[in-house]
């Protein structure tokens, strides 16, 4: 229900996304949420580890401050992965795109580390990613 309710992707966005980034940037993808997050634990059925629902807060902060990006949803997690300094590209529903980088140290916007873009068509959003991961280096 969240998804639609933000106009999010589905399962059929989600999961050739991730085939597309994998090709992008090699290693493997992990897939961290709430217990209540069932859309991203669905995409474990394409062979990604799965957190979602297995983790705390504390477990799910030290992940975050060893995988080399984070993507996905506009939540709690992207502003961890600033707070520790790390890089993150999150997707923003379009109601909240003014958000999207009014909270972010200037540093990361100038740096390069964060980068955002609203949910739109994936070859839109990986537009923007490929964009961000060449700032990365």
């Not at 030290?62 to 999150?90: C, M, Q, W």
Request: hydrophobic share 40%; aromatic share 12%.
């Amino acid at each position: 229900r969240g998804a639609q309710a933000w106009k999010t992707w589905d399962y059929g966005e989600w999961s050739p996304f991730l085939k597309w980034w994998l090709a992008q940037v090699g290693g493997s993808i992990l897939l961290v949420g709430g217990s209540w997050d069932d859309l991203t634990d669905s995409l474990a059925v394409d062979g990604h580890r799965s957190c979602v629902g297995k983790t705390h807060i504390g477990t799910c902060i030290e992940i975050l401050k060893h995988v080399e990006y984070y993507n996905g949803f506009s939540s709690g997690l992207n502003v961890i992965r600033t707070v520790l300094d790390k890089n993150a590209f999150p997707l923003w529903p379009e109601h909240q795109v003014a958000l999207s980088t009014s909270w972010v140290p200037r540093k990361h916007l100038i740096e390069g580390k964060y980068g955002s873009c609203m949910w739109q068509h994936p070859d839109i959003v990986k537009r923007h990613i490929e964009l961000w991961l060449k700032r990365q280096g």
